[in-house]
């Protein structure tokens, strides 16, 4: 069984954007989790850059990074237990500027969401607290 050190984790970063008090959340097509826009650093992007390219990405939605609401890292495994994925993802706080969100190839739904109700949803692991932090950070 590898060991999350043996992998070197994929950059990667996402987008709490939000619009009227909302957060856009997506529901990935694997896995089957809702989560934050978002996805792998490309050559040559800043984090924020990444974020905010995913986010058009995913649900065509444009907005502006306005800080970093924080990290986390995400293992994958395989059904043997055997590490197969590491991730190190930067949650960017975003406010919408234009677009109607709609799913994407690689968000099967999206919704507009108060942040509370996060815990209604099968979401990410750690996701309500950046959001929360990231609500903090558009309203300071």
């Not at 990935?28 to 924020?48: I, M």
Request: aromatic letters at 6%; proline letters at 6%.
């Amino acid at each position: 069984m590898s060991e999350a050190s043996d992998i070197a984790p994929t950059l990667a970063a996402s987008a709490a954007c939000f619009r009227g008090g909302k957060v856009l959340i997506a529901k990935r097509v694997k896995p089957s989790l809702w989560s934050l826009p978002g996805g792998r650093l490309e050559p040559g992007e800043t984090l924020a850059e990444t974020a905010m390219r995913e986010l058009f990405e995913e649900t065509g939605v444009t907005a502006r990074a306005v800080g970093l609401a924080g990290q986390t890292e995400v293992i994958r495994k395989d059904r043997n237990g055997a590490i197969v994925a590491r991730y190190q993802i930067h949650a960017f706080a975003a406010r919408w500027i234009a677009g109607e969100a709609a799913p994407g190839p690689e968000a099967a739904a999206v919704a507009w969401v108060e942040p509370e109700e996060i815990t209604a949803y099968n979401a990410t692991e750690g996701l309500l607290p950046i959001v929360l932090e990231a609500r903090r950070l558009l309203t300071a």
